[in-house]
């Protein structure tokens, strides 16, 4: 089992910035991804950024340039700076944890951080 805790969410005006954390804790081995999902009411999750152990970082189109995603893996920890945010950036961000080790291999999902940009 992986545990997620996130925090760094809240409301900012357009071109804002806000840094988003999350922590994992429990069974995590390498490889894995760690990375970030948003999901705004009646419509899908969509992925955000990912990062993998290894070093691969991947960006939806929409935020590449403004969204860095970062980890650290000493402490199991891994972040999402978001610069000049716009309003339709606003969602709900996920952090999300998948392990690729088995037997240890899953897909982990944290409660949820509120971002809301203002315009």
């Known amino acids: 089992q992986v545990q997620l805790v996130e925090s760094g969410g809240g409301l900012v005006q357009a071109g804002g910035s806000l840094r988003l954390s999350c922590a994992a804790s429990?069974?995590?081995?390498?490889?894995?991804?760690m990375g970030w999902y948003r999901q705004v009411p009646g419509k899908q999750r969509v992925l955000v950024a990912t990062?993998?152990?290894?070093?691969?970082?991947h960006y939806v189109d929409s935020v590449k340039g403004r969204f860095t995603i970062s980890r650290d893996n000493a402490k199991n920890t891994v972040y999402l700076q978001m610069n000049n945010l716009k309003p339709e950036d606003t969602a709900v961000y996920y952090c999300?944890?998948?392990?690729?080790?088995?037997?240890?291999?899953?897909?982990?999902w944290g409660q949820g951080t509120q971002v809301t940009v203002s315009s």
């Open positions: 429990g069974t995590i081995f390498s490889p894995n991804a």
């Open positions: 990062s993998t152990s290894g070093g691969t970082l």
């Open positions: 999300n944890y998948k392990g690729f080790a088995a037997p240890f291999n899953g897909d982990y």
